[in-house]
């Protein structure tokens, strides 16, 4: 950093004497989230959209089962190319634009998918969301991070995770209701808010001194905190959250339920949706006063009992001689429940929720709030860009060959290896990741740099 560079960004090295109580922060917090409730909705509407082109009448696609699992997993395959789009446009056309910037692919991937007639054009409609998602969420978690202040910063840092739950769970009850082309024309109108609302919110002061734009600056301070001066930011293992299972899921959650032989498979869905909102929320609250390490950690522990117990589901539904070994997860279910698989209906539904509840603790919000907090703002851009990238690439590998793992190890072995990466997660938090509730910036990156 040249002493020019050192000169501007100064401000951002001085403490606050009180802490800035600016009430229009919450406002750009909220455009911000609006990007990853988009990215939720996304991702959460392969699962009532599969059930629904199934059943839709020519001249519309309809699917089989190969061209299931790419509708699910394409849009991971197009976020780690945001990703790595987002590193770049981040650190070079701003936080503010590159959310601005992402919300074109969003609108135009669920355009795509509502005028499709072709395989293809669902295909690339969801590759289009993806990319979107990709960089959304990236540059969500950094704009939110450079603005919030230290107090509040682990609550609207977990924002970001908690907006796409909603997202998620929005996706599933709108499924309810509406077939896949009208559910596409609904996703289009959380991006269109955030472009709304965006244009009216300020770039970070943080990437503004950066850029030499003091007095810039000093105009996004006072109009976000109330205070023209710049305060300190107080202040990563994204693969663990992939290799959970969890976006398989909830890609998958009907087939899932469908698979398990519970008779109200929506209904289920919904329910999960709706706990993995609220966990999400209560782990928002708790987070600066819990720390991230205490959280991480308990997630992980609910996880690994969770999934043990939905794999002890399966073995004892189908694990008799008489079943089949073949599973295939994306294919309608027609056979009528089995006595067993209606006595155990609520270890499903139960182990379900909890596993859910355990990611929403820990697992589903930190990983984005550290990866905001732990990087020096000279290799930010860079560095999510790398973490993001292989976030969606394991995303991409455990979403497109879930079935294929259920039909391999059966489904209880499915999930008793996921089971097993839950352990490795709690022992990586154990051991590798440090605490950064209440830290400053320096202070992290001194940690790092072993001093």
């Not at 939720?40 to 599969?50: E, K, N, R």
Request: charged share 15%; hydrophobic share 50%.
């Amino acid at each position: 950093m040249t002493p020019e560079d050192q000169e501007d960004t100064q401000p951002l090295l001085r403490p606050p004497d009180s802490a800035p109580r600016g009430r229009r922060v919450f406002l750009a917090v909220f455009a911000a989230a609006l990007g990853p409730l988009s990215f939720g909705f996304a991702l959460g509407y392969s699962s009532p959209a599969i059930p629904s082109l199934r059943r839709a009448a020519p001249p519309a696609p309809r699917l089989d089962n190969n061209a299931a699992s790419w509708f699910g997993a394409i849009v991971t395959l197009g976020a780690a190319a945001g990703g790595v789009l987002g590193g770049w446009l981040v650190d070079r056309a701003g936080r503010k634009l590159s959310l601005l910037l992402c919300t074109v692919p969003f609108v135009t991937g669920f355009a795509v998918i509502t005028a499709a007639q072709e395989m293809w054009m669902l295909l690339g409609g969801r590759l289009l969301t993806g990319l979107a998602c990709g960089i959304a969420s990236l540059v969500a978690p950094v704009y939110i991070s450079e603005i919030a202040y230290p107090e509040v910063r682990g609550l609207l840092g977990s924002c970001v995770q908690l907006m796409v739950v909603t997202g998620i769970l929005l996706a599933y009850l709108a499924g309810w209701v509406l077939e896949w082309r009208w559910l596409a024309v609904l996703g289009c109108a959380p991006p269109t808010f955030m472009l709304l609302l965006m244009c009216c919110m300020p770039e970070t002061p943080r990437f503004l001194l950066t850029q030499h734009k003091r007095q810039e600056a000093m105009a996004a301070a006072q109009f976000l905190w109330g205070s023209e001066q710049v305060w300190e930011e107080p202040p990563v293992g994204v693969e663990h959250q992939q290799l959970s299972g969890i976006n398989a899921v909830m890609f998958y959650a009907e087939s899932i339920f469908e698979e398990a032989k519970f008779k109200d498979s929506s209904l289920a869905s919904v329910i999960v949706g709706t706990i993995q909102v609220l966990f999400t929320a209560v782990a928002a609250i708790i987070m600066d006063r819990a720390g991230r390490r205490l959280l991480l950690a308990s997630s992980g522990v609910v996880m690994v009992f969770s999934a043990s117990a939905f794999g002890a589901y399966f073995r004892l539904t189908q694990g008799g001689p008489s079943n089949s070994s073949h599973v295939d997860l994306l294919a309608p279910v027609s056979m009528e429940p089995t006595n067993a698989s209606v006595e155990l209906a609520w270890l499903a539904v139960g182990s379900m929720c909890l596993f859910t509840a355990g990611f929403a603790m820990g697992w589903g919000p930190i990983p984005w709030l550290l990866m905001s907090e732990i990087f020096p703002l000279h290799v930010k851009g860079v560095a999510t860009g790398v973490c993001v990238l292989s976030n969606w690439l394991m995303a991409f590998l455990v979403t497109k060959e879930f079935s294929s793992l259920m039909e391999v190890l059966r489904p209880y072995g499915a999930f008793w290896l996921a089971s097993a990466f839950c352990i490795v997660s709690v022992l990586f938090t154990l051991f590798c990741i440090p605490e950064t509730k209440g830290k400053t910036l320096e202070q992290i990156t001194a940690h790092f740099e072993g001093q």
